[in-house]
């Protein structure tokens, strides 16, 4: 594993600083250069909770993947450039109401001046760090805040436009390492209950939206505008690539 191969896969030369211009920096990159994606889910091909498998399939295939494997990468990477950083786990809310899995979502916590809620494995959310005071922190993909709800439980929010705020996300900022995700990481794997299983899914930021990938249908959004366009099945591989940089083996 090699940190400057890491840093060119998100197109970034060298980090001098870990600070919170540094760790924005790192973390819009990485959501630029690499999708979140549940194809190996979907080809029933295991994903275990290691660094190193992560590294080869992002870094070194060109690859993305889902919230243990781009967190827990993520996570290495800015402790080997000066961080002060652990993972934590979430509970996502649903667009319905409902929660999904309770603790089934692996996210981080960066100390700087104050602790940063830092995800790069959430697809649609936020492409900056978060601090916890409730303050508003915003980017292309909207307006955000950290709440919290209790001793170390903690809201993730979105603005819905209506100076109303909907939570994406319920995070513990108690420390986590990866195998404590043995659990849920099987079940999104591997359940019928289990968002991951239900449909393909690949998505990426771009500096102006974002491009996914969902079943059949390509979304394009686009300065809040969004296009849908139904693709394929032979028209996939070129799609993934040419959007997502991906070809699978």
């Known amino acids: ?25 790192l973390q819009l990159q990485h959501m630029l250069h690499i999708p979140f994606e549940n194809l190996d889910v979907m080809r029933n091909v295991p994903i275990p909770l290691d660094v190193t498998t992560y590294y080869e399939k992002v870094v070194s295939n060109h690859r993305g993947g889902f919230c243990y494997e781009l967190n827990g990468l993520f996570n ?9 950083n652990h993972l934590v786990a979430g509970t996502v809310r649903r667009p319905d109401g409902g929660w999904a899995k309770e603790g089934s979502h692996a996210a981080q916590i960066v100390e700087l001046d104050q602790p940063y809620l830092v995800d790069v494995g959430f697809g649609d959310s936020a492409r900056v760090p978060i601090p916890l005071t409730g303050e508003l922190r915003e980017d292309v993909s909207g307006v955000y805040r950290a709440v919290q709800v209790k001793d170390h439980i ?50 990426i930021a771009t500096p102006d939206g974002r491009v996914t990938l ?30 997502f940089g991906i070809q699978l083996m």
Not at 1 to 25: C, F, P, Q, S, W
Not at 76 to 84: A, I, K, M
Not at 186 to 203: A, G
């Open 214 to 243: 969902s079943d059949n249908q390509l979304i394009t959004t686009r300065n809040g505008e969004k296009q849908k366009t139904t693709v394929s099945e032979d028209e996939k591989p070129t799609i993934l690539q040419q959007y």
């Open 154 to 203: 903690f809201d993730l929010q979105r603005a819905d436009g209506d100076a109303n705020y909907n939570t994406l996300l319920r995070f513990d900022i108690t420390p986590r390492e990866l195998p404590d995700f043995a659990e849920v990481c099987r079940f999104n794997q591997t359940s019928p209950e289990s968002h991951f299983t239900q449909k393909e899914l690949v998505t």
């Open 1 to 25: 594993m090699n940190v400057n191969e890491y840093l060119r896969r998100i197109g970034i030369d060298k980090v001098e600083e870990a600070n919170e211009k540094t760790l924005a920096h």
């Open 76 to 84: 290495w990477l800015l402790h080997n450039v000066g961080f002060t």
